[in-house]
């Protein structure tokens, strides 16, 4: 089963820096077992992660984290998914995979 999705990352840059985000174009998963959509980045001190918005079909919010709060707008997803808190590691993480989660 394919999972697309699109991310956005919102960063304050101190210094004229770049960030290379590494997602995949694909990601598969069992459906009613876990899936990671994997996003990672190589931390630095020269930028803050200020929030972090997952999108499906780049229209739709699946979940954003401002700061170190959580934001999921479809009540049905709440239990469902979330978004990795360590440094460098913003994959998402999709619980029960459903046939709706295409």
Do not use: H, M
């Not at 210094?15 to 998963?29: N, Q, R, Y």
């Not at 459906?31 to 990671?36: E, F, I």
């Not at 930028?47 to 229209?59: G, K, L, N, Q």
Request: charged share 25%; aromatic share 10%.
């Amino acid at each position: 089963k394919k999972v697309c999705s699109v991310l956005a990352l919102i960063l304050f840059l101190e210094f004229t820096d770049s960030i290379e985000l590494i997602v995949p174009d694909e990601v598969t998963g069992q459906l009613r077992k876990s899936a990671t959509i994997p996003c990672i980045y190589t931390p630095s001190a020269q930028y803050i992660v200020i929030a972090v918005t997952w999108y499906f079909d780049t229209r739709k919010v699946l979940i954003q984290r401002v700061k170190r709060s959580d934001y999921i707008p479809n009540f049905l997803n709440r239990d469902r998914i979330y978004i990795n808190n360590s440094p460098g590691d913003v994959s998402l993480v999709l619980k029960n995979l459903a046939y709706s989660d295409r």
